[in-house]
């Protein structure tokens, strides 16, 4: 998933619930329904062993998905940024959090 992908994306959800370690986002109807489980797998190459981001679960019903992240690689603050309202910090958040979940730091 492109950064600008993930920029595009973040306009179209809210965080339900983020405790450090699990994030819930909130998504449009309209997203949920044109996203679907196959586009979500382009989040697979970020999780999984020696990644920050241990997985993710899609729920279409409540058009909501979790995110489950190592908070101690991960900070919540730069979690809540990336999805909070504004857009500049949004931007720099990114900017640091790439870097430490790319497919590429998970092999470091």
């Known amino acids: 998933m492109s950064s600008d992908s993930l920029m595009a994306l ?14 819930r986002l909130r998504f449009n109807n309209k997203l949920i329904a044109a996203l679907g489980k196959t586009k979500l797998s382009a989040l697979d190459e970020y999780c999984g062993p020696g990644s920050s981001l241990r997985g993710y679960s899609l729920n279409a019903a409540t058009g909501s998905l979790l995110l489950e992240y190592d908070a101690k690689r991960l900070s919540p603050d730069l ?22 979940i790319s497919p590429s730091a998970a092999k470091e």
Do not use: M, N, W
Request: proline share 6%; no cysteine.
């Open 10 to 23: 973040r306009r179209y959800v809210t965080i339900a619930h983020h405790i450090p370690g699990r994030l």
């Open 79 to 100: 979690i809540s940024q990336l999805f909070g309202d504004d857009d500049a910090k949004a931007d720099l958040a990114l900017a640091e959090l790439l870097p430490i």
